[in-house]
């Protein structure tokens, strides 16, 4: 199985929004990130207007219903429409995030927690071999946001270590992630980010989230807050090589905003602002 | 607890599903889960809002979570894909709105033109490709005449008419006129190039296109057509498969069926 290549960037999630401005090849970001459901499809506008983007961007796959932490196995028909896009798309990768979305057949279609033990290790890595074996390349899994956390043996960057070891996967670390469960579950989150090997990280997402009562809930709806923003320098540091991406899933401002927002994550990150078009 | 145990306690817990207690949870793991349980409400019925945009418009915001809120109970997501928790909402409200026919009716419409809008790409016949092959046709070969139409094609008999509904939500009119139709009519769903669309069908031609669909050849149609329509009947049989050809739901003419040896 190949390995991915590192490959320093600053990229946004393309967003239905933004189409217009994609398809004129006039937004300057070095990559954009799909979400996979979105173009798994069987024919249409989403394909075509995929196709005309991807001749102007490269692309990186971002899924959020592999639910790699399933006890009942990956979803055959799922890994293998994913497999048909990847073989179009021809990615910089493919992702998804550490989670289980439903059980008995049935989908929540969020994304939730896992408890950190041996056996809940055991079935993810099972599951990612599996999707890496269909998908015939390395996948990168996100560390998710979480509201519950379990008593269980391991950490969440010390298990995340453990997939790598195991699997040979790569980690797309959202940081606006990292800092919700650190509120929300009271540890520390530079020691979360010394935990993680820094060969493992390819990806770093970058989001807004929302304070709920006692909780902080990751929306995706509002800018990224200053705390985050200085998490991710401390990431930068530690990871050098890396692609860097803003993440806005509702309240889209125009994209003027996310580039914007994107200059401030080239600022801060020390790493060169690759974009040179 | 096994981690099944646990995803199936915790699912019934998100869902709703079944009567599940979480006296061992501290309050910190209780708040986490309502956030999980309201997420999955309003996500899903956000997901129907945005498939039934316009069922949701001519209901009202109060009848349709309710009946979005039932659906997820009778028909709980079990796809991989979000955009599947849809299915067969149109049969969720027809229940629901027994007296209502309308409103089920919209629903497939709408349900209809997203299936269409991401269908698999094929090849149709266009003008041109229909001339080439039929330029030299005898009479013989327009009667034996068959077409296969494309296969991310939809119809369904309505009662109503939906597509006006439709159209008036769309153009943000109000809508006076009864939506009752005289009788019911075909309602066709079909994706021309990357654009979804509908129209509702004559009878003559709905007749045409079932027989067609069928297996049926020109002539056939043609013969329906003027048992209907007199002698204007060959015209109006032309005109249609003209108009069909048109509209891009012609994907080919097979060969006639080879003839079966005599048993």
Redesign the interface.
């Known amino acids: 199985m190949t390995t991915i290549q590192p490959f320093n960037g600053f990229g946004l999630g393309l967003r239905r929004d933004h189409y217009a401005d994609y398809m004129a090849g006039a937004v300057p970001v070095d990559f954009v990130e799909i979400i996979s459901e979105n173009f798994m499809v069987d024919g249409g506008r989403p394909l075509f207007t995929l196709d005309a983007i991807r001749e102007r961007y490269p692309v990186a796959m971002h899924g959020v219903s592999m639910s790699i932490g399933s006890t009942e196995g990956l979803d055959a028909e799922y890994l293998a429409r994913l497999k048909r896009l990847a073989d179009r798309v021809k990615p910089l990768w493919v992702s998804d995030h550490l989670c289980w979305t439903g059980v008995n057949g049935r989908n929540t279609h969020d994304l939730l927690p896992l408890p950190y033990t041996e056996e809940a290790l055991d079935v993810v890595c099972r599951n990612i071999l599996h999707a890496q074996d269909v998908l015939e390349r390395p996948l990168l899994f996100e560390n998710p946001s979480s509201y519950v956390a379990f008593d269980a043996g391991m950490t969440e960057w010390q298990f995340l270590d453990a997939m790598y070891e195991r699997t040979g996967c790569f980690l797309l670390l959202d940081v606006n992630n990292i800092y919700v469960s650190s509120v929300n579950h009271g540890f520390d989150p530079i020691a979360y980010l010394e935990g993680i090997p820094a060969a493992t990280v390819r990806q770093i997402h970058l989001a807004g989230h929302s304070e709920g009562q006692d909780i902080l809930i990751d929306t995706h709806d509002t800018p990224v807050c200053a705390d985050v923003w200085a998490l991710y320098q401390l990431a930068c540091a530690r990871f050098p090589s890396l692609a860097t991406m803003i993440e806005r899933d509702d309240a889209i401002p125009p994209i003027d905003v996310l580039l914007s927002e994107l200059d401030i994550a080239r600022r801060l990150s020390g790493h060169d602002a690759r974009y040179a078009a | 607890m096994?981690?099944?145990d646990?995803?199936?306690r915790?699912?019934a817990a998100?869902?709703g599903a079944g009567e599940v207690t979480f006296e061992d949870w501290d309050p910190?793991?209780r708040?986490?889960?309502a956030?999980?349980r309201n997420?999955?409400r309003s996500?899903?019925i956000e997901?129907l809002r945005t498939s039934f945009e316009k069922t949701w418009t001519w209901i009202g915001d109060e009848s349709f979570d309710a009946a979005a809120a039932h659906h997820l109970i009778v028909k709980?997501?079990?796809?991989?894909?979000?955009?599947d928790?849809g299915a067969g909402f149109d049969e969720t409200l027809e229940q629901l709105f027994p007296n209502d026919p309308e409103v089920a009716e919209l629903a497939w419409l709408e349900w209809q033109m997203q299936q269409?809008?991401?269908?698999?790409?094929?090849p149709v016949l266009d003008a041109a490709g229909f001339a080439a092959l039929s330029n030299d046709f005898t009479e013989e070969a327009w009667t034996s005449l068959r077409l296969s139409f494309v296969s991310g094609m939809r119809s369904r008999r309505i009662q109503t008419d939906c597509g006006a509904i439709w159209a008036a939500i769309t153009a943000e009119e109000n809508l006076s006129a009864d939506v009752l139709l005289n009788e019911p009519r075909t309602l066709l769903v079909w994706?021309q190039g990357?654009a979804p669309r509908f129209r509702l069908l004559t009878a003559e031609e709905a007749a045409g296109f079932q027989l067609m669909g069928n297996g049926g050849t020109f002539g056939d149609m043609c013969e329906a057509f003027v048992q209907r329509l007199g002698a204007r009947g060959i015209e109006e049989a032309g005109r249609t498969l003209g108009f069909w050809i048109a509209q891009g739901i012609v994907s080919r003419m097979p060969a006639a069926p080879a003839p079966q040896p005599p048993l």
């Open positions: 096994t981690l099944i646990l995803q199936r915790f699912y998100v869902t910190a793991q708040a986490g889960l956030v999980y997420a999955y996500r899903l997901c709980p997501p079990r796809s991989w894909t979000l955009d928790a269409v809008f991401t269908a698999a790409d094929e994706r990357i």
